[in-house]
C-alpha cells in the first residue's frame, strides 16, 4: 500500500496536533456505510492499535 502527504500537508497536520496539544498523528481506514458502501475515516490519534501500520511524513505518522 503506498501513502503519500505533501510537506504543506504535513505542517497543517502539525499544526492542528499542536494546537490539540496531545496526539501522534492521523488514522486512515475505511468503514462500511449504508447497504453497500465504503467511506474513508481520517481521525486524530492519541495511541497506536497493534494492528496499525505506521507511515512518516516530515515528522507526521499516518
Not at 12 to 20: G, H, S, T
Amino acid at each position: 500500500m503506498a501513502i503519500t502527504m505533501t510537506e504543506t500537508a504535513a505542517s497543517r497536520v502539525k499544526a492542528f496536533l499542536d494546537n490539540r496539544g496531545k496526539g501522534i498523528g492521523l488514522r486512515l481506514g475505511v468503514k462500511t456505510t449504508g447497504c453497500s458502501g465504503m467511506a474513508y475515516v481520517l481521525e486524530f490519534v492519541d495511541e497506536l492499535n497493534e494492528e496499525d501500520e505506521v507511515f512518516d511524513f516530515s515528522g507526521v505518522k499516518i
